[in-house]
Structures are given as structure tokens and as C-alpha cells.
């Protein structure tokens, strides 16, 4: 039987959430990846030392014995300054800045993208060379508002050309192109914005399972996002951002986010196999990721075997993505 | 209190399924409307004489002892000649075409755009002076699908100058554009791509309510199809598209379609009122589609008074636009 060895897969953009359903997907993150970046959104959004470490104890009980890495994060606050950063720097391996609002657990995000806000912390980030991830969408019209974020990842990239960005889960083609183009700037890019456009998520019945944060775009900006990540491109790394909602929560109250985590792996072995792309299956899942952070993860040997994969149709009471299909590649453990 | 009377308003675009969901949704349209187009994408279509007026039977009973006119339509077939359509004609107001597998129940549509198919039921349609209403979706990439299909209308409608060509439900400022090149291009607009973009849709929490093919589209079409229908521009008239499905259908299984009939003459008039534009309300709700289709209407008044109306959460299972909103204008029975 067919077999590949992925040393130490890392996911760039997780979200574990808290309480019940932390106990359901860390477990399932931990089978499949050596680490993940854990975003911070919680209800209130884990904006201290404190807080964080009392997270990431929940997180490592809830993973139980799996060899499994979580590489926190704190919410971006525009009053962290020089001093708290340095002391931070110890715990974190990154900030994300979500701007208000936009999407699940954002509503304490930052709510203007001027210099004059948030100038003190970037520089601070940049001298304490502390990656920067963000995520990119105005408040425009759906379709847009990464498009039109550009413009600010513009202005981020050139004021700060020390300052690593992470644009997280980056959905079109207009991000491939920008990202090429500043030094500073790198890009996660999810599992499901390389297999969906807006066509699987409204195109014929409406699947709520598959809406998410940037929503999936045009089939041009797919295809950009498959040629950069299956080309082993160095700025760019595997972040799932897999986002669990429990079904219920999906298909009454219509909560945006891709639940991915334990078929992640199996989908993208599948997907460079079938674009004759597997040399640089390990570059897009963790070397790229190991260079951009600057860090090397814990050992940590995934077997994928090619033989048939059933995906349950959940996970306690979360529906993954391709629920009750079968995928060609599956994870021995 | 502000009171306005609508002559005889005309719905040409519903639709009113069978069985306990028409027992349901007749009556509401007949407590807001003289007429109706009746759509005939029942599971079998309506392609038959004979089936048209056994449903135009049971429409007829569903609506009871309210004035109101079901406008029968036989679902597009290629084979229907001229002989079957000169006899047709006599219970039909027009013939509805869908391309195969676009929209609900619409498996049995024409596969092929192609005059060869098309062309002696189109010609025979020219002479008896039956207008052709199309469902105008390409099967492309969702946000694509009617802008494709212009050019298909610009075949019909340039290649058979004297078939009147209803564009059913336009959402797109490109089809505006296009209704005014062509003498014998009409269109029908919705209530609910007067009010809403697919950021309603899945700009922020996923809507299955608000979804529907032709899918809501962009800021710029809205405001393209606000000013040909509240300019009373001749060649537009209001189609509901009402289309009702049960709840657990519309939250679990993602049906499309949105639910407008007992609310639509309420959210127009609010509408027209909002942009200084009562004055054309009539046109696009009746006087229009008098014109287009040469046709009158039976006679019957409807009242609407100023103040506010809760729209309800359901009407029997069927979840309205606006369900738990308030609205300016009430209908006064």
C-alpha cells in the first residue's frame, strides 16, 4: 500500500474554542498535526499572560497524552507596548489582530487601522520580532472586502518592513499577487479554500457547512490559490482555520466556519497527489511554516496510507468537511 | 392616516406548489393580488393541457371565495407546435423556460440553448403572440450565471423580433442594460433584489431565508434594478418569485427560494414611499404588466393604511422575508 511519512505537519491557524467543545477537537488536532497555531478569540479574547497560560493548560489536559504542540497567540491590543511584548515574547508565538467585527468573537478587534493607533505596538513587534497575523477583511461587500484589505496589508508591509505579516487564510487571487510583492508578507492558506469557491457554498443548495470567513471566492482566485501552495511557494503555509460550530448552531443560526482539522491531512495529500504536487507536500505543511516562525517543532512522524477514508458525518456534534465521503488518503495511527 | 389604493396588483412571477403547501400560500396572494403568473415547475411539470386546468382547478379552490386570477403558464417544451400551442393559447398567458437542472424542480428543462431545438416553437409562438418568460441562469460560476445568459436572451430576442421575451427575476445591472437595447426584451423584478445583496445573504451569519437563484448580487446591481423599477420604467413589472418551502427544509437542506407573497405589496409600498417614488408604484405593480402582456385584470382594490405591521414568524411552516420585523404599511382588509 501506497504510504507517506509528513514529518511534524503543523496547522498555522487553528481555533480550539473552550470548555466542551476544546475537549472534543484538541484531541483531533492533535492525531493528525505536531503543532498549531492557537488563535485567540475566546470570549473575552485572551488579551494577558495570565489568561493565556491558563488557556494553554486547558489545551494540553484536553489533548491528553498525544504529543501535541500549541503555539499560542494573544488578541491584538493596540496598548501592548515594549514592555509587555518582551515579557509576552516568552509564551507567544505570534499576534493576531482582528479588525472589529468582522468575524466569529471579533468584537473587541480594533476598529481603525491608523498608524497613529497602532504604530507603537507593530514597532515593538518588529524589534521584538514578533510575526504579526491578521485578518485581512473590510467591512465592504462580501466578495471584496479581502480585495480591498490590500490596501492596508500595503500600508502595514511598506511602514513596517521589519514587521513579519501573516495574512491569514488568504482567499484570492489579489492576495497571491500582493503577497509576491512585499518581502515581509506571508500567507496561511486553508484546506477548503483550495478545494471550494462560492459555487459549493451557494451555487446549488445552500451548505452551511461550507460558509466561512472570508467566504470562498471565484474560481480564478482558487486556481492562484492552488498554484502558490502547490508550487511549495515559501511564503506561504498550511493553516486550517478550522473553526468548529456545533450543527445546530451551523444550520439554524447560519455561524461561519470550516470544520476541518482531523481530515485536513488526508485531504491535502489527496489534492497534491492529484496535481502530481507531493515533493512539496512537506514544504506547504510545515518547512515553510518552520522558516517564516523561525522555530522548529517537536518530532513528531504522521503516516498517511493510501486506502480508502469514510469521514464520519461528525465529530460529537460537529459536522466536518466532507462528511459521509470517502478521500483516498487515510492517517494510520 | 395615509391610505393608498392599488388597482388590481398583479404578481407575474409565483410560485404556488401543490397539495398542503398551495392550501397554504393561495390564499395569501389572493388577499394581495387581482392576478398572478403561475409557475409551472411542479414535480411532473405542468405540460399538458389537461394538468393546467385540473391546476388551475385546485388553485382555484386553495383560494376560496377571494377574488383572484391564477395566470396559467405551461412549463417550456421543444416539441410543442403550432397546432398544440393554437389550442393551448386559449388557458395560457405564457410558457416558461427553464435551462435543465438550474433552479428548483427544473430537471426537465431544455438542455440546449440551440435554435435548431428551439426555433419552431419559438416561431409559432412570434405568430400566436404567447410570450416567452425565461429563467435566464447559465450554468457557470454563481455570480456569473445571468450575465452569461445575456447573451443567449440576445439571440432570442434578436432572432425573433416579435416574441415577447419576459427576463424573469433580473438581478443583475447588466440585464438592465441589455432590457433596453432590445424592443422585445421585458423583465420581472423581485421584491427581494430590490432590498437585499448577498451580503444579506452570507455577509454576516448565513441566511437560508434570504437565498434564492438567481442568487442576490452585487451593491451596483441593486441600485441598477431600484432605478428601472421605481422610474416606472414601461418594461419592468413586479414578479414575486415568491417561492415557499417548509422551514426544516429551507435551515437543513439549503432550498432556494424566498418567500414574499403576504408581505410584498407592504415592503413595495414602503419602498416606492422611501424614494419619493409612489407616484410610479401602480406602473410597476400593474399598469406595466397590463401592457406587456396585453392583458386586464380583473377589478379589485387593495388598501393600504400607514402603520406599523409585525410580520409574522411563519405562515403556517413557511418562514416570510422580514418574519419577526416591523414594516411601515399594513394592508387594510
Redesign the interface.
Known amino acids: 500500500m501506497k504510504k507517506i511519512v509528513l514529518k511534524s505537519p503543523l496547522d498555522m491557524h487553528l481555533h480550539l474554542r473552550d470548555n466542551e467543545m476544546l475537549e472534543v477537537v484538541a484531541p483531533l488536532s492533535a492525531k493528525s498535526f505536531a503543532g498549531a497555531i492557537i488563535m485567540p478569540n475566546l470570549v473575552p479574547p485572551i488579551t494577558s499572560i495570565k489568561d493565556l497560560i491558563e488557556y494553554k493548560e486547558r489545551i494540553t489536559s484536553a489533548v491528553g497524552s498525544e504529543k501535541f504542540e500549541p503555539l499560542m497567540t494573544l488578541f491584538f491590543k493596540s496598548d501592548y507596548n515594549y514592555n509587555f511584548l518582551k515579557d509576552a515574547k516568552r509564551y507567544i508565538k505570534a499576534i493576531k489582530l482582528y479588525p472589529s467585527g468582522i468575524t466569529t468573537n471579533s468584537e473587541d478587534g480594533v476598529s481603525s487601522m491608523d498608524m497613529e493607533d497602532l504604530g507603537e505596538t507593530f514597532e515593538a513587534m518588529s524589534e521584538l520580532e514578533i510575526p504579526l497575523c491578521v485578518h485581512g477583511e473590510s467591512d465592504g461587500?462580501?466578495?471584496d472586502r479581502e480585495a480591498e484589505f490590500c490596501l492596508i496589508y500595503e500600508k502595514f508591509a511598506s511602514k513596517f518592513p521589519k514587521l513579519k505579516i501573516i495574512m491569514e487564510h488568504i482567499t484570492t487571487k489579489k492576495s497571491v499577487e500582493l503577497l509576491k510583492k512585499y518581502e515581509n508578507l506571508y500567507a496561511t492558506i486553508t484546506l477548503h479554500h483550495l478545494y471550494i469557491?462560492?459555487?459549493d457554498?451557494?451555487?446549488g443548495?445552500?451548505?452551511?457547512h461550507l460558509?466561512c470567513k472570508p467566504?470562498a471566492k471565484?474560481?480564478e482566485d482558487k486556481e492562484a490559490l492552488l498554484e502558490v501552495a502547490l508550487s511549495g511557494n515559501e511564503k506561504v503555509m498550511f493553516g486550517s482555520d478550522s473553526a468548529p460550530h456545533p450543527q445546530y448552531q451551523k444550520?439554524?443560526?447560519?455561524?461561519?466556519g470550516v470544520f476541518t482539522a482531523p481530515i485536513a491531512l488526508q485531504a491535502l495529500v489527496q489534492l497534491f497527489e492529484k496535481y502530481n504536487s507531493l515533493e512539496n507536500l512537506e514544504k506547504f505543511i510545515s518547512i515553510n511554516a518552520q522558516k517564516i516562525y523561525a522555530f522548529k517543532p517537536i518530532e513528531k512522524d504522521i503516516v498517511l496510507v493510501k486506502r480508502n477514508f469514510l469521514v464520519p458525518s461528525s465529530y460529537g456534534d460537529v459536522v466536518p468537511m466532507f462528511a459521509n465521503e470517502e478521500l483516498e488518503w487515510d492517517i494510520e495511527y
Open positions: 461587500f462580501v466578495m469557491t462560492l459555487d457554498v451557494a451555487g443548495m445552500l451548505n452551511p460558509f467566504i471565484r474560481p444550520e439554524c443560526c447560519g455561524c461561519a
